[in-house]
């Protein structure tokens, strides 16, 4: 099975969430930016994640989400998470990529996922990296690897 995660990061959580979700699902973590467009074919699972900024994705991934083909991820399993502030209200940026992969063809396998940090700036929370390869797992079992 051909999988990526691709994370954005503003200061390093969401970045240690994809590279933990991309080891247990035996693949690489590739920063927003980083990705190739040649790196999207022939894709059988793709998992994107972001911190909220803004109560959404940060820019660049919504640049990234809005440049995706209507069906350019037509047969591709996919799957969101964010990160963010334990708040009462906080916006939801995995809510809002989920969408935007399930436009863009994808079949959403699972719940988007979010990651908790203490703060702006991090750090993660306590028990959020064992979250993620949990949820890594569970996405394993949906696609069937």
């Known amino acids: 099975m051909k999988a990526l995660v691709i994370f954005d990061s503003t200061f390093g959580n969401t970045q240690k969430i994809a ?8 693949t690489k973590a590739v920063p927003v ?3 190739a467009t040649k790196e999207l ?4 699972l793709i998992v994107v994640g972001s911190p909220i900024i803004s109560w959404k994705p940060s820019e660049s991934m919504g640049k990234f989400l809005a ?10 399993k996919a799957a969101a998470f964010d990160t963010r502030i ?3 209200v906080h916006g939801d940026a995995a809510t809002k990529i989920s969408q935007a992969l399930a436009e863009a063809g994808a079949e959403i396998v699972t ?7 203490r703060g702006t700036e991090g750090p993660l929370l306590g028990g959020e990296i ?4 949990d949820w ?8 069937g690897k």
């Open 86 to 88: 334990r708040l009462f």
């Open 41 to 44: 074919n022939d894709l059988d």
């Open 19 to 26: 590279e933990t979700i991309a080891k247990e699902l035996d």
């Open 136 to 143: 890594a797992k569970l996405i394993k079992t949906k696609v």
């Open 111 to 117: 719940e988007p996922q979010a990651f908790k940090v």
């Open 67 to 76: 440049s995706l083909g209507r069906d350019q991820m037509k047969n591709v």
């Open 33 to 35: 930016s980083k990705v």
């Open 130 to 133: 064992e979250k993620a390869v």
